[in-house]
């Protein structure tokens, strides 16, 4: 209640609080979706990785689940139950973040790009697999070469050159290591 002498209407100052704390609310909702928009899936892996979350990536009817140690440009590297994969994320269909109990792993240097990642594993001379867009399409073997788009793939039935864009993700195998 006012009194007659005081001039000031706290029922006015109430009712532009509520309204200039509406609009804060409204605006940081906005920013909010804005910096969503401006994300990667490579930002959301790297996130991922840093706080321990458990990832699942689906290509076609495939789906795998591990933990992501790094995640760069095109390239996300996930370690799973059957050994560590590298996934080239424009080429997959999904992908989930789930909560996780344990802590978030330090990243470390790796590969900036799928492509520099499989170049990698020619070096090696270790037996990957390599799974294609849709999930059907697998190959196993070792990398022969990387050409400018497709690798060389020396399997058990001879050579198989498997285009690089095809790609979905591959998988170290595990009597590799």
């Known amino acids: 209640m006012t009194e007659p002498l005081d001039p000031f209407d706290w029922s006015l100052l109430r009712r532009m609080e509520a309204r200039v704390r509406r609009e804060f609310e409204a605006a940081e909702s906005e920013a909010a979706l804005l910096a969503a928009r401006r994300r990667r899936l490579a930002d959301v892996a790297w996130e991922a990785a ?4 458990q990832v699942s990536v689906r290509v076609g009817s495939r789906q795998l689940a591990g933990k992501p140690f ?3 440009n095109d390239l996300m590297s996930l ?5 560590r994969v590298d996934v080239c994320l424009p080429n997959i269909d999904a992908m989930t973040v789930t909560q996780s109990r344990a802590e978030g792993l330090s990243v470390r240097k790796d590969a900036e790009t799928f492509a520099a990642r499989i170049a990698m594993l020619q070096l090696t001379r270790e037996r990957i697999e390599i799974v294609c867009r849709g999930g059907e399409a697998r190959f196993d073997g070792t990398i022969e070469y990387v050409a400018r788009d497709h690798v060389a793939l020396a399997g058990s039935r001879g050579e198989v ?3 690089l864009e095809a790609i979905a993700y591959l998988v170290l195998r595990p009597e590799s290591r």
């Open 50 to 53: 840093q706080s321990g979350k």
């Open 70 to 72: 790094y995640a760069r």
């Open 79 to 83: 370690e799973t139950a059957n050994g």
């Open 161 to 163: 050159l498997v285009a």
